[in-house]
């Protein structure tokens, strides 16, 4: 390389213009996306050098978030109902104003950090899930008590479904054929036919369920019940739950992540303030970490060694080292970190 190609390169690398191509600044395998719910941003982390990308703004109360297979698309939830925790009155929230026109899925295109599209979502879309190969997309729609299926290519919504009451975890069946939405106020999981939009059953499960997670071969399911204090085990063949997980007292499980190999789950405690490791061979915690003041979002990286925690009040990413069991790095971020996922760099 001369002399002028090489201020060439240094230049494109300072603009951040070559970020993610093969001969650029640094070798990115794998970016992390974290939405920012009160500073309704979006904000990018190279997985390879935990160092921030950039910070997209996306729109209002960005909270659950998707990325494509290839990295070249990510999904934002975003919601203009206020903010209403569980602590707070009923009349309260009802008396505080929404802005309905702000509700939506923003498409954002990483490459260019720019949002392409608002689909429609249904009201206050929370969480959601996608079917990348057929184009749904599956939402829940926490102040309607509803889930909506979304036609991504079509930028249309299908169907409304009723759910338990204030739905907010959605996930699809690993066979893609039916998805689960956690109904926080009835504990309990609606099932729906994820092409007829049809109710299949409801499941009993633990206080407050917040996220569920599939095995790989879809037999058996895990929901974390944050005012349980544990994780239910479904049957999925029966839709029953056959077991339970007790968590250390103060845990308030949220968001759940599987190692690779299954034999782990990893669980975010949201204001218990730690990670906890559970071996589902004898379904007992063996490992614990303090990461935050609210871990709430949990994703792992691609290659199964680190954990990401999305800690609300400290507006930081924790970097977990899955071997030592210990926080390695934490990365500032926007206001009140949600969700967390990570995708291969575009």
């Known amino acids: 390389m001369n002399n002028l190609s090489r201020r060439i390169l240094s230049q494109a690398c300072l603009l951040g213009a070559l970020f993610f191509t093969i001969t650029a600044c640094a070798q990115v395998s794998s970016v992390i996306y974290v939405t920012n719910e ?3 941003s ?3 982390i190279s997985g390879d050098t935990h160092e921030v990308i950039a910070t997209i703004p996306v729109g209002k109360r960005p909270r659950g978030i998707k990325v494509s297979p290839d990295g070249s698309v990510f999904y934002v939830a975003l919601s203009g109902s206020p903010k209403c925790p569980p602590t707070m009155d009923d009349e309260v929230c009802e008396a505080m104003t929404a802005d309905k026109a702000a509700d939506g899925i923003a498409e954002v295109n990483p490459l260019t950090r720019e949002v392409v599209r608002i689909l429609p979502s249904g009201s206050d879309p929370e969480q959601f899930d996608v079917n990348w190969k057929t184009g749904k997309l599956y939402v829940s729609n926490e102040d309607t008590h509803t889930a909506t299926i979304l036609d991504l290519n079509r930028g249309e919504i299908l169907m409304t479904i009723p759910t338990g009451l204030e739905p907010e ?3 699809l069946s690993p066979d893609g054929s039916f998805f689960y939405v956690t109904g926080e106020v009835a504990s309990d999981i609606t099932v729906i036919d ?3 939009g049809a109710e299949i059953t409801r499941i009993k499960v633990g206080l407050r369920p917040r996220d569920s997670l ?3 071969d879809g037999s058996t399911a895990y929901i974390s019940a944050e005012f349980g204090a544990l994780i239910n085990i479904i049957d999925v063949a029966s839709n029953t739950a056959t077991g339970e997980i007790s ?5 308030l499980p949220m968001g759940l992540v599987i190692s690779p190999d299954e034999s782990t789950l990893y669980v975010a405690n949201g204001r218990g303030q730690t990670v906890v490791a559970i071996d589902l061979a004898s379904r007992e915690v063996v490992n614990s970490v303090v990461v935050g003041p609210r871990p709430w979002g949990l994703a792992m990286s691609i290659d199964g060694t680190t954990l990401y925690s999305a800690n609300g009040p400290s507006d930081d990413i924790s970097v977990i080292d899955i071997a030592s069991f210990e926080v390695i790095n934490k990365i500032q971020v926007g ?5 967390v996922v990570v995708g291969p760099a575009p």
């Open 38 to 40: 009160d500073s309704n």
């Open 42 to 44: 979006v904000t990018m």
């Open 169 to 171: 975890g959605v996930r």
């Open 194 to 196: 994820a092409n007829s």
């Open 214 to 216: 599939f095995s790989a």
């Open 247 to 251: 968590l250390p007292e103060g845990s």
């Open 335 to 339: 206001e009140t970190p949600w969700g």
